[in-house]
């Protein structure tokens, strides 16, 4: 089963949205299984402090190493791998998401504040991964955001197994227009080629307009998609 056990001094914030739709039925009939781990209960004062100012001076507040060892070390070592959602890390790619998702899972630690104690990281050897160059209030978010990936990908989340196969980044290409009924909506109709039953002439319209937006809104996926090896012939 693909278990994520998540690190946070928020467990209440889980599952939150990963509690319903595709994931929360998926939850509920056991085809994923999710842990949300208090860090504060890691604590050894009386105020719980998972918190310290940082070395050298500066704003806010840094996440302790040893707090947050002794939660991570709480966890089984069962090889998963172990995330520290951070907008310095390593972007997360659909790639990235269906090789976790044939996968047994991961541990994602959710920093909160200025960062984590670098020697936390180092030590418990976690990969710092990102959601996008931006900043959030902490990793929950992130972590949400990574889980959701990955586990609409374990085979029989959703309906259509397909449905994970014709969709953006899954052919290196941004997914192509959809649209459905009504015929016409406010004097715009259904591209004719969709409707014309002439399902090779879908298949070229559909690749032509996913080239066409990925050109458009993403010039390095559509450089990567321009230099990717062509299959021998």
Request: glycine share 12%.
């Amino acid at each position: 089963m693909w278990r994520a056990t998540v690190l946070t001094i928020f467990p209440e914030m889980f599952p939150g949205p990963l509690g319903v739709s595709l994931a929360g039925k998926a939850l509920v009939s056991g085809l994923w299984a999710l842990d949300a781990m208090d860090i504060r209960a890691h604590a050894t004062d009386k105020h719980r402090a998972v918190d310290d100012t940082p070395a050298g001076g500066g704003p806010g507040m840094v996440m302790k190493a040893d707090v947050l060892a002794r939660a991570i070390d709480a966890v089984p070592a069962d090889g998963r791998p172990r995330f520290l959602m951070s907008p310095r890390g390593t972007p997360l790619t659909q790639g990235r998401v269906a090789d976790l998702a044939k996968g047994e899972g991961a541990v994602i630690v959710c920093g909160r504040f200025e960062g984590v104690d670098e020697r936390l990281i180092e030590a418990r050897g976690l990969e710092e991964v990102s959601i996008g160059d931006y900043v959030l209030s902490g990793g929950e978010i992130a972590a949400m955001a990574l889980i959701d990936a990955c586990v609409r990908l374990i085979p029989g989340v959703m309906g259509k197994e397909e449905s994970g196969l014709d969709e953006s980044f899954a052919g290196a290409l941004l997914e192509y227009p959809q649209y459905t009924r009504p015929a016409m909506f406010e004097d715009r109709p259904i591209p004719g080629v969709l409707t014309g039953g002439d399902h090779a002439k879908v298949r070229a319209w559909r690749r032509a307009e996913a080239e066409r937006l990925t050109r458009e809104r993403r010039p390095d996926l559509w450089a990567a998609y321009q230099n990717r090896p062509k299959a021998p012939k």
